[in-house]
């Protein structure tokens, strides 16, 4: 159901269009209420959710391609910004100060274990 209101939902699927709005009303309460429609709900809404599902792939991707864009910009602060996420996402303490190099690299300066260091370069 598109909306919140039953009524309105019942309407646009064209049942009784020459009703008036409270016979409209009482007949979508008594349509949705029924175990065959509450049932067909469920696996739309179900579907939907599967079709909107977004994993931690999905979100590490984009945050890389934020940090890619952001580096070839020499975009530090947001590059910054994708990074810490990336890094707390993935379960990495997120490093406290990346800073631009002379050579354009970018490196980062922070309290990182070499596990967690090992673990972030990996996500780069």
Not at 21 to 35: G, P, V, W
Not at 50 to 68: C, G, Q, Y
Not at 87 to 116: C, H, K, Y
Request: charged share 30%; aromatic share 6%; net charge neutral.
């Amino acid at each position: 159901m598109r909306h919140g209101d039953q009524a309105q939902a019942y309407r646009e699927a064209g049942y009784c269009p020459k009703a008036t709005a409270k016979t409209q009303t009482e007949n979508a309460c008594r349509f949705f209420a029924r175990s065959n429609v509450i049932a067909r709900l469920v696996e739309l809404r179900a579907e939907q959710s599967e079709r909107n599902k977004i994993t931690l792939d999905d979100i590490n991707e984009r945050f890389i391609w934020v940090a890619d864009t952001c580096k070839e910009e020499k975009q530090f602060a947001p590059l910054n910004q994708a990074l810490a996420h990336l890094a707390r996402i993935n379960g990495v303490e997120a490093p406290t100060r990346i800073q631009q190099t002379t050579s354009m690299d970018i490196s980062i300066e922070d309290d990182l274990t070499p596990q967690q260091r090992e673990n972030l370069k990996k996500l780069l």
